[in-house]
Structures are given as structure tokens and as C-alpha cells.
């Protein structure tokens, strides 16, 4: 096997919560991502699937620096990412772009097309003529004349587009979407998913996508990695984590998503998680899902944090009993309101 | 449909909504909607954001601004036009007949009152019952909406509550007098998957055990699919498809409605599976006076498209709003 592209090793991102205003004492401390290890291969597309809050954006950035690593490695074709230092990370970063969920926030409205393309070019000292910027927007299937117009003259998607175009204007290698389709209207997200497929033939990048919608990630992902309250609970090849998924989550998570069909919808089974998601400032002990786990056991889950294991080729678990719910022995219970442990609400 | 009822709970009849003041140029944002529910069924209204679906159900309810707005055609409920009432007597409809839950909890809960006395508020106001009765049902109530420990949960203010079990809240107040129709508007859009599955089963239990109608507002299709008996589909401020949910599923008619369906990922379709987009993005504007609006997306345009709008007509299963829809495929063979 080949070594990964991108290999993440025991990643933690902390993030301190201060009380008082001139002397800021440390009273506590979000744990956004808490132990995060994975593999992304060349020219692949591993998909980051989990709830609001899980800690994907962060991992995210902290994959390209965006964020502050508190702990663990973020290893990009041999180098260790996060360790470098200031000129050596501005110029790893020409490998590793980001395009972000609101493309209207992400561009300057004051700048026209032309100038959000070539700014990233001019930032690392890169020659271009125009020629370049007409090959970016043809890229990304939008007319030369768009060059001149501003961020407010273009639909959703069309500013979906102009961001794309700036991420991939230095020709990186790796590029993480963070939600890029769940600002937009359903009938135009097809045509974003399509556009990033496309390009990445074109163009041999290697995709982070991260997404909320499993349907979004089961369309555009070879690998998806499932992330629950700041760690990574399994992650599979896409068909294989789709057909047989393994933990607790992923298959609530799963049963939970509605499928456009009402043929699908009235015959399938439905897990509804009891509760809401713990806050990453107070997480459950053990496992962190146990308060919220329709399987969890007397035993290991409220103390014992499970790591990721390699249950079957290529698709690693982190649960106590993963074999034994997989194969029947541990049935599901029902859980009722007044069972589940109420942490902190979030809000 | 069980029982004998001779007409529909609630008829829109030929709605339009115009904004913009007298003497200035008016804007349409809702135009020719008519759909009908009748009592116990449920019902989709769906569409993309700024097809008129809101301001559809704020019309319904009598609570678009009264300056500014012009609103024409009939909203008939048990035969009788809401849009002829006065303010006072649609306050009382609205919570004891007609209830609605909004998509943010926090607009419609007010943040320096405690949930239970907005709840028991409802009871009050609108049932025959004494305080200590009120707060008993209140408490019942907060736990049928899966809240735990609802006597504690009555004592907090909104904010202390996640967006699920606020939601759920509103839920528990708008079906606190069990009213004859909820209309609920992207109620479980701002959340997880997870905490929709809880919400839409809340719902679900709820409306069926009070045999409330359900008019339901989403973009989503998902939701829809395991939700509605039937299914009205909006473009640009006009209802361009209606059917009952089984037919619109496996054979879409209008190009809009199947252009939707086949650029929509489904989590069980296989991996690469094409997603076949709509061209272009929907207009803000409805060109509906000269043509239809959904003409420069659509693959199935001829030449009248451009030329006028199309009516709404029924066609044998269902009322569509084009000059020519995708082919109606033989049902049977449609299963997929
Ligand atoms: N700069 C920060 N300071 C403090 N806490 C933060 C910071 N950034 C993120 N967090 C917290 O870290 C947790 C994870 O946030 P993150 O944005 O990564 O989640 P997410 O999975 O991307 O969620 P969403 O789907 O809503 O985008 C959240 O609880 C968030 O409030
Ligand atoms: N008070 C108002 N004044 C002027 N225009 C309005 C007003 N309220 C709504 N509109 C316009 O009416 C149109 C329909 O809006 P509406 O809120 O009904 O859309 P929607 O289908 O509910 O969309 P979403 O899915 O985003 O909620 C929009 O173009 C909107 O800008
Ligand atoms: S370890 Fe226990 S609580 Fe965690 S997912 Fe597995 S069974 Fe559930
Ligand atoms: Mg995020
Ligand atoms: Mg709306």
C-alpha cells in the first residue's frame, strides 16, 4: 500500500474558555477535537461526516493551520505541518486550500472576480496574465466576462464557483471543502458536487470534504470518516461504510437521514437517539457517545474511552462492542427520556 | 379518508400576495396558490427558499403586516373566509383551531418568560381550566414532546433549552388545544439529523393522536417523502405540481419537480450515481404575465413556454402547471 497524502496522528485542538476581563482565568476548556487520526490517499476524496458542533471545521483548519494545533501531527507527503514555521508553512500552504461553506462571506465584496483569483498568486509571488485568470473561471465553467463583475452579481452558486476557482488558482494538491453546497439551493448543489468531481479528474487533487448531509458526502466520497463530539467513532470505504455501518452512531445517524422516496421511507427502521450532543466543554467520560448510545453496556462505555480498531479491511470501529452488536448479541434498548443522562444542554 | 366530510378543512382559493405600497410598484411574491386539506390529512407544500412557501402560510394565519400587503382570493376554513375576519377573531382561531411551529424556535418564544408559563398561557387563554390544571397538563404535555424531567424544564427560560428541545416546545404549545390544523413551516430545518428524526416523530405521534391536519412547509423532499399524503410543489410564487406523494415520487410530471428529484444525492443510491443538476438558479423575480417562469432551466421548453404562463390544469391524476410535462411513465414499470 501506498503511503497516505495526508496522514493526521492524535490531533487535538483545545480551545481555553476565559471568565473575567482583565485577569482571564482559564475556567474551562472546549475540547473541539480530541484525538483525531486520518488517512487521506492521493487523488482520493475522504468525506468528514458529523453533527453541528462535532469539531469538523476545526479539524479542518487545523489541518492547514488555520486553527491552532494543541497536540499531534498533521503529516502532508512526509512533513509535518504541524510544527512548521512561518515561511516554511506559507509556502506548504500552495499545496493545501480551503473553500468554505458561505461564499459570500468568504470574498471580499469589494474586489472584483479578478482580483479574489490572482490574489492567492500574488501572495506567493506567483507570474500571471490574464490568460490565467480565463483559464481558472473556464475551469470552473463560468464566462471570461466574469472577471470584471464584483461578489454581488452572482448567484449562490456562481459564487460557489469563484470561491473553487480561488482555492485551486496555485494549482495545490490537496484542498478541504467545508460545507460547500449547504448554502445553496437544492437544485443548484448538484451542479457544485459535479464541478468539484470534475475537477478533481482534471486537475489529480486529493479532497477533504466536510459535510453535514450524508447523502452529499455518500455522492462525492471514496472513504468517509463518521466524527462524533470531537473524535473520529469509524471510518470505512464509502460503499462499505454506507451498506454495513458498524457504530452506534453512524447507524443512528444513518437511519436518521430522509430518503426522498416514500417507498424507502415507510419500510425502513428508524433509531431515533434519545438527547441531545453533549458539549465538547464537558464530554461523557468513556465512550463519549454512551449517554446517547441505544447499545451502551454496564460495563467499559461510561469509563473506558474506545479507540479505533480495525474490525474488518480497511474499516476501523471505535466502540467496546462492535462485534457483538454487529452480529446480534447486543440488541438495542430502549431508551426513554428520563434514562438518558442530561449533560449541559448546548446551545 | 375516514368519516364523511363533505368539504376540506382549509381551501386556499386563487391566494396572491403583493408587496410594495399603494401607488408603488408591487411586488408578487404569491400568486394563483390554491390547495385543499382536508381533516386529518397531511400535507406538503415545497419549494426552494423564495418560492412563497412562508409568506403562503403567514397568509393563511393573518399574520402578514397590514401595510404594505395586498392579499387576494379566499383562505376558506370549515367554508367560511379567514381573510374577512378581524384581528380579534382570528387571535382566537389561531392556537385553539389553528396552531403553527415556526423553523426558529427562538423568534417565537419570547426569551424573559419561562417555557412554563408560555405554556400554561396557551391553556389558559384558550380552555376552561384553573391554574394548578393547567400546569398538570403542562408538565404531561413537555413529556409527551420527549423532554426529560418537564416539571424542571417548566421552571427555564428558552435559552437554557437546545434548538431540539425548544422546538419542541413550540410543538408542545401548538398542539397544547389540540387544534384542527398545525401548520408547521420547516419546523426541523436549523437542526441535526438526529434531533429531526426525534422532532418528526414528535410530530408525527402527536398530530396523528390529535387527528390534527398538517399542512407542512419544507425544501426538503426527504421529509416529505415519509411525511405526506399529498404534495404541492412551488416555483417562483405559483403551485406548478399536485399530487398525492406515491404518484409525485415515482413519476414526477413537471420538469421542475423531476429536474429536483434527479439532482438530489440520496444516501441510497450507489456510489457515483450521476446527479443530473438544474441548470441556471431560480429567479427572484416572477416572470409568470409572459411566460413560464421556469422556461430558462428547463429541458422541456417549447415554444409557447416563452410566449404565456401556463395554468394550472387538472390532468388526469393531478393538476399541473406546464405546456409539456415529462412523459407520464407507467407506474408499475417506475418502481426504482
Ligand atoms: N475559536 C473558538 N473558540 C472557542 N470554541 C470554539 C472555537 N471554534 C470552535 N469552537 C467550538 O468547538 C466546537 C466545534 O466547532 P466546529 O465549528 O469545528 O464544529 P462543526 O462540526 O464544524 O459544526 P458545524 O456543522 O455547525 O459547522 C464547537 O463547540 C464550537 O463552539
Ligand atoms: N415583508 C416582505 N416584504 C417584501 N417582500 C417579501 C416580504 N416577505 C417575503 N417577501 C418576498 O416574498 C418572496 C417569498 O418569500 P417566502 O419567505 O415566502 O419564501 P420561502 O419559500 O418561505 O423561502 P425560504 O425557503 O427561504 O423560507 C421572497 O422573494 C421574499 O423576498
Ligand atoms: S462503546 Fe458502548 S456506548 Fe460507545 S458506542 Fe459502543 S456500545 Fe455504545
Ligand atoms: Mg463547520
Ligand atoms: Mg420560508
Redesign the interface.
Known amino acids: 500500500m501506498t503511503e497516505p497524502l495526508v496522514q493526521v496522528r492524535g490531533l487535538k485542538v483545545h480551545f481555553p474558555i476565559r471568565k473575567g476581563l482583565i485577569l482571564a482565568r482559564q475556567t474551562g476548556t472546549v475540547r473541539a477535537v480530541d484525538g483525531v487520526d486520518l488517512d487521506i490517499e492521493a487523488g482520493r476524496t475522504l468525506g468528514l461526516v458529523g453533527e453541528s458542533g462535532c469539531g469538523k471545521s476545526t479539524l479542518g483548519r487545523a489541518m492547514l493551520r488555520l486553527a491552532p494545533v494543541t497536540e499531534g501531527s498533521v503529516v502532508f507527503d512526509g512533513t509535518d505541518v504541524a510544527t512548521l514555521e512561518r515561511e516554511a508553512l506559507r509556502s506548504m500552504r500552495q499545496n493545501m486550500q480551503m473553500v468554505f461553506q458561505d461564499p459570500l462571506a468568504s470574498l471580499n465584496p469589494r474586489q472584483s472576480v479578478e482580483t479574489i483569483l490572482t490574489e492567492p498568486l500574488r501572495a506567493h509571488g506567483i507570474a500571471y496574465d490574464s490568460s490565467r485568470v480565463r483559464e481558472l473561471l473556464e475551469l470552473v465553467g463560468l464566462p471570461s466576462a466574469a472577471a470584471q463583475k464584483y461578489p454581488h452579481e452572482f448567484s449562490g452558486g456562481q459564487r460557489q464557483r469563484i470561491g473553487i476557482a480561488r482555492a485551486i488558482a496555485l494549482e495545490p494538491r490537496f484542498v478541504i471543502a467545508d460545507e460547500p453546497v449547504s448554502a445553496l439551493d437544492v437544485s443548484i448543489q448538484a451542479q457544485v458536487l459535479n464541478l468539484l468531481e470534475d475537477l478533481q479528474q482534471e486537475l489529480g487533487l486529493t479532497y477533504l470534504v466536510i459535510a453535514h448531509d450524508l447523502a452529499v458526502v455518500r455522492h462525492v466520497a471514496d472513504d468517509v470518516a463518521v466524527m462524533y463530539l470531537g473524535g473520529i467513532v469509524e471510518q470505512a470505504a464509502s460503499d462499505d461504510l454506507y451498506s454495513t455501518p458498524m457504530h452506534p452512531y453512524t447507524k443512528a445517524l444513518m437511519s436518521a437521514v430522509p430518503v426522498p422516496d416514500p417507498r424507502v421511507e415507510e419500510t425502513r427502521e428508524r433509531i431515533i437517539l434519545q438527547g441531545d450532543l453533549p458539549s465538547p466543554a464537558n464530554p461523557p467520560s468513556g465512550c463519549r457517545f454512551h449517554s446517547r448510545c441505544p447499545f451502551r453496556q454496564e460495563t467499559r462505555c461510561d469509563d473506558e474511552r474506545p479507540e479505533l480498531v480495525e474490525v474488518r479491511p480497511g474499516h476501523t470501529v471505535a466502540c467496546h462492542w462492535v462485534e457483538e452488536i454487529n452480529s446480534g448479541q447486543i440488541r438495542p434498548h430502549e431508551l426513554t427520556p428520563d434514562t438518558v443522562v442530561q449533560l449541559e444542554g448546548h446551545s | 379518508m375516514t368519516g364523511a366530510h363533505d368539504q376540506p378543512l382549509l381551501s386556499v382559493r386563487d391566494l396572491s400576495v403583493r408587496f410594495g405600497l399603494k401607488g408603488q410598484r408591487q411586488v408578487a411574491a404569491v400568486d394563483e396558490v390554491s390547495l385543499d386539506i382536508w381533516p386529518g390529512q397531511h400535507v406538503a407544500l415545497v419549494g426552494?427558499?423564495g418560492s412563497g412557501k412562508s409568506v403562503t402560510s403567514l397568509a393563511v394565519m393573518g399574520l402578514l403586516p397590514d401595510r404594505g400587503v395586498e392579499v387576494g382570493g379566499e383562505v376558506l376554513y370549515r367554508g367560511e373566509d379567514l381573510l374577512t375576519k378581524s384581528p380579534k377573531e382570528m387571535a382566537g382561531l389561531r392556537g385553539s383551531e389553528i396552531a403553527m411551529v415556526f423553523q426558529d424556535p427562538m423568534t417565537s418564544l419570547n426569551p424573559v418568560i419561562t417555557v412554563g408559563v408560555q405554556l400554561t398561557e396557551v391553556l389558559l387563554r384558550h380552555l376552561q381550566v384553573s391554574k394548578a390544571e393547567a400546569r398538570e397538563r403542562a408538565v404531561e404535555l413537555l413529556?409527551r414532546v420527549?423532554?426529560?424531567?418537564p416539571a424542571r424544564r417548566l421552571r427555564e427560560y428558552p435559552?437554557?433549552?437546545?434548538?431540539?428541545?425548544r422546538q419542541r416546545v413550540l410543538i408542545a404549545i401548538a398542539l397544547a388545544c389540540e387544534p384542527k390544523l398545525l401548520i408547521a413551516d420547516e419546523p426541523t430545518t436549523a437542526l441535526?439529523?438526529?434531533?429531526?428524526?426525534?422532532v418528526l416523530?414528535v410530530l408525527k405521534d402527536l398530530v396523528a393522536d390529535t387527528d390534527a391536519a398538517l399542512l407542512m412547509i419544507t425544501?426538503?423532499?426527504?421529509?416529505?417523502?415519509?411525511l405526506c399524503d399529498d404534495v404541492n410543489v412551488m416555483y417562483s410564487g405559483r403551485i406548478v405540481e399536485s399530487t398525492n406523494?406515491?404518484r409525485l415520487?415515482a413519476n414526477p410530471r413537471h420538469p421542475y419537480t423531476g429536474?429536483?428529484?434527479a439532482?438530489?444525492?440520496?444516501?441510497?443510491?450507489?456510489?457515483g450515481?450521476p446527479?443530473?443538476?438544474?441548470?441556471g438558479?431560480?429567479t427572484q423575480t416572477l416572470p409568470w404575465t409572459s411566460a413560464c417562469a421556469f422556461a430558462p432551466r428547463c429541458g422541456n421548453r417549447v415554444e409557447a413556454c416563452t410566449e404565456r404562463a401556463p395554468a394550472l390544469e387538472a390532468t388526469g391524476d393531478r393538476d399541473l402547471r406546464c405546456f409539456n410535462p415529462l412523459a407520464d411513465a407507467d407506474l408499475t414499470g417506475a418502481?426504482r
Open positions: 426552494e427558499s413529556g420527549g423532554i426529560p424531567d435559552h437554557q433549552l437546545s434548538g431540539g428541545m441535526d439529523v438526529t434531533i429531526q428524526a426525534q416523530e425544501h426538503d423532499l426527504g421529509v416529505v417523502a415519509g406523494r406515491n415520487f429536474g429536483l428529484l439532482s438530489i444525492p440520496r444516501l441510497d443510491s450507489p456510489r450515481a446527479l443530473t443538476p438544474i441548470p438558479s431560480p418502481a
